[in-house]
């Protein structure tokens, strides 16, 4: 299986299985998927990578059959940067283990936490991070395993990283490694001064000329309304019930061309990624 190298659309979708399913299981969340005519849905891992592969491979053939696109986050406890040694070599392995189940289901974009930055240098931090995942890869390679690992914008100063940051860091790889971009996170990280069509449009723009046009057709995405405080990210909102102006950000996608996954987090998965798709395809 290759990785694609853009997508034809812009898949919007939920994070985890929509609470109208029949059921939590991954199956029963891309069927009720389909049904309610979305077009992703990021598997989570938050808690640890539980799916078998004789399972995954099934849940491939699954989404395929009902055209839902998977995309995976990994567990949230990654620390690359961690001081204890033992972590540091779990937080590897999770960033593994979900990109290889992941690869089974047909999911090619791996989102995850990378690191804290823990006060130091944050050029010292991206080394250890970029280590980190150089050690994932090369285990992925030996297993013929192509995917695109994703860390993500983060909502705290004290988390790893700022969109800057990950691009910079994924520009020291070939295209195995780009961010994925929170909106969300980095409306609270900026404590409220990311938040309107200007401010979004330089996040595509900045992201564009770092990684190419054609990286806006790849781009994983991740939104939903967000309270913040003084130290940034405080917990997830319902869309109209936060400030952060995310009609801006769909009006950006859509003049920008931008394709991939635009993922929903917010405590109503599906009536929220559904007024999303709406207000997108109203533009």
């Given at each position: 299986m290759k990785i694609p190298k853009t997508y034809k659309d812009l898949l919007i979708g939920t994070a985890g299985v929509p609470e109208s399913a029949k059921d939590s299981s991954t199956e029963s969340g891309i069927i009720r998927i389909k049904e309610l005519e979305l077009t992703s849905m990021e598997v989570e891992f938050v808690k640890g990578v539980r799916i078998k592969e004789e399972r995954a491979i099934k849940i491939g053939e699954l989404a395929k059959e009902r055209g839902v696109y998977l995309s995976v986050h990994a567990p949230y406890w990654i620390n690359l940067n961690s001081k204890d040694k033992k972590k540091r070599e779990n937080s590897i392995m999770y960033i593994y283990q979900s990109a290889k189940i992941g690869y089974l289901m047909g999911a090619y974009e791996i989102c995850f936490h990378s690191a804290y930055i823990h006060e130091e240098d944050v050029k010292k931090v991206r080394k250890k991070v970029k280590d980190g995942l150089n050690e994932v890869l090369e285990m992925l390679y030996k297993e013929g395993i192509k995917v695109r690992l994703?860390?993500?914008?983060?909502?705290?100063?004290?988390?790893?990283?700022?969109?800057?940051?990950?691009?910079?860091?994924?520009?020291?790889?070939?295209?195995?490694?780009?961010?994925?971009?929170?909106?969300?996170?980095?409306?609270?990280?900026?404590?409220?001064?990311?938040?309107?069509?200007?401010?979004?449009?330089?996040?595509?723009?900045?992201?564009?000329?770092?990684?190419?046009?054609m990286s806006l057709h790849r781009m994983h995405i991740h939104i939903s309304g967000m309270e913040y405080g003084d130290k940034g990210e405080k917990k997830h909102l319902v869309l109209k019930k936060s400030k952060f102006k995310y009609k801006e950000v769909l009006k950006v996608l859509k003049e920008g061309n931008v394709k991939g996954f635009l993922i929903c987090e917010s405590p109503i998965l599906e009536e929220d990624a559904l007024l999303l798709k709406r207000t997108y395809d109203a533009l």
């Amino acid at each position: 299986m290759k990785i694609p190298k853009t997508y034809k659309d812009l898949l919007i979708g939920t994070a985890g299985v929509p609470e109208s399913a029949k059921d939590s299981s991954t199956e029963s969340g891309i069927i009720r998927i389909k049904e309610l005519e979305l077009t992703s849905m990021e598997v989570e891992f938050v808690k640890g990578v539980r799916i078998k592969e004789e399972r995954a491979i099934k849940i491939g053939e699954l989404a395929k059959e009902r055209g839902v696109y998977l995309s995976v986050h990994a567990p949230y406890w990654i620390n690359l940067n961690s001081k204890d040694k033992k972590k540091r070599e779990n937080s590897i392995m999770y960033i593994y283990q979900s990109a290889k189940i992941g690869y089974l289901m047909g999911a090619y974009e791996i989102c995850f936490h990378s690191a804290y930055i823990h006060e130091e240098d944050v050029k010292k931090v991206r080394k250890k991070v970029k280590d980190g995942l150089n050690e994932v890869l090369e285990m992925l390679y030996k297993e013929g395993i192509k995917v695109r690992l994703r860390p993500e914008t983060m909502g705290k100063p004290s988390q790893y990283a700022d969109l800057s940051e990950l691009l910079e860091l994924s520009l020291e790889f070939k295209g195995e490694v780009e961010p994925c971009l929170d909106f969300a996170h980095l409306y609270a990280r900026s404590l409220g001064k990311i938040n309107d069509y200007k401010e979004f449009k330089k996040l595509i723009e900045e992201y564009e000329k770092a990684l190419g046009k054609m990286s806006l057709h790849r781009m994983h995405i991740h939104i939903s309304g967000m309270e913040y405080g003084d130290k940034g990210e405080k917990k997830h909102l319902v869309l109209k019930k936060s400030k952060f102006k995310y009609k801006e950000v769909l009006k950006v996608l859509k003049e920008g061309n931008v394709k991939g996954f635009l993922i929903c987090e917010s405590p109503i998965l599906e009536e929220d990624a559904l007024l999303l798709k709406r207000t997108y395809d109203a533009l």
